[in-house]
């Protein structure tokens, strides 16, 4: 059934399916307008993109000509009531609609391959198709997109940025699932059957709402990183699983060095531009299973799990020199009155504790960890200092010329 739909040429019945799909879309798009103007200003997993359940439906019950119109349509749409009001740039949706365009035409690509399978007989063919066509859909749009992130994002990976996408991905492969029922329901009952996928379609919309606005309250806006908060919860569950993992971890506190001096001398919006520009580098030194979070004012913590039991000295202040080295390269263009002006003397003190050995509990560690940082401090800055446990009160140091 799926199948002869997709591989006859257009007649009438593709063309009102077609003209059927094409309303339910945009009636879905004017019903969900203020709730996917939200999730676009709110943020959140990047590439989520809801009219899947409807594309993906086209992709599996029309020739790929009419397929390939129905995308069209329905993005041309979306942008002029979503993302053009939003001031989103017109390339991006070309780009979105293009790679669900290689996907469209990827999944019929699957089909007409299972048509030529020996395995026709085995009975209910259009179950096996429309789990081949969607995960043939996924992994397509997913990889083109995923794809020019990574190249865009010098910074991240091709696994870094497919990682951080994984909540989108399960996003969208319910809603594939919701193109899916469509796809098989209206080949057996008819067109009008659009109209029940609207309201789970409608909740589902609201879920990753819900879920993006959860997230937007657990991040620093600055700095991009959990605020105090998020960090303190996601770091006792982290000390959790590795006290049940017989792990170590490294605490580090980050204070930045005369960052007063920045606003008094340069303005807080300068001074927002470091702890910008700190935030972006302090994440892109962090591991999956690390945690990172501004404590307020100019002070980062961030949490190191995974390490091994018998850790030494050597090994965690070579983590803690690695993340002040990377602070200590930042460089911040900002415009002044006299001109633009690059801040390239951006230094940090760093204090740190290891788990069990200077402590079990988060604020144990947070504690010792800040007597650390200070005696950083008043060891002339941008230094690094660890609690040495085995010594009792004494610290672990490890110099370096202030800058």
Known sequence: MVIDALLDRPNQSSLVLLAYL???????????????????????PGHVDLTSVWTFAAAVTLPLSLATVAVVLIYLHFYARVLRPAKTPLYRQIFNAATVILAVHAAGASIRYIDQLPILHLGDIDFIVLVFALLTYTVVNTSLVVGV???????????????????????????????ALVAATVTITGPL???FTIPPLLLLHRTVLSRQLVQEARIDSKTGVLNSAAWHLEATQTLDRARHRANAALLLMIDLDRFKGINDTHGHLAGDEVLSAVGLVLRGQVRGADVVGRFGGE?????????????????????????????????????????????????????????????????????????????????GRNRVRLVDSAAGPHLGETDHETR
């Open 22 to 44: 094409t309303i339910a879309a945009i009636a879905y798009t004017e019903i969900s307008h203020g709730v996917e103007q939200t999730r676009r200003r709110v943020g959140g």
């Open 149 to 179: 992130v990574a190249m865009t994002t010098p910074d991240m990976t091709f696994a870094q940025t497919l990682v951080r996408r994984g909540e989108g991905v399960g996003v969208e492969i319910a809603t594939l699932c919701l193109g």
């Open 193 to 195: 059957t659009l109209l």
């Open 299 to 379: 002070e980062f913590v961030m949490l190191m799990p995974n390490l091994d039991r018998r850790v030494g000295t050597a090994e965690t202040t070579a983590i803690a020199q690695r993340v002040r080295l990377a602070i200590a390269d930042i460089r911040v263009d900002i415009d002044s009155p006299e001109g633009p002006i690059t801040l390239d003397t951006i230094t940090a003190s760093v204090g740190g504790a290891v788990y069990p050995h200077d402590g079990e509990a988060v604020t144990t560690l947070l504690a010792r960890a800040d007597k650390a940082l200070y005696a950083a401090k008043r060891a």
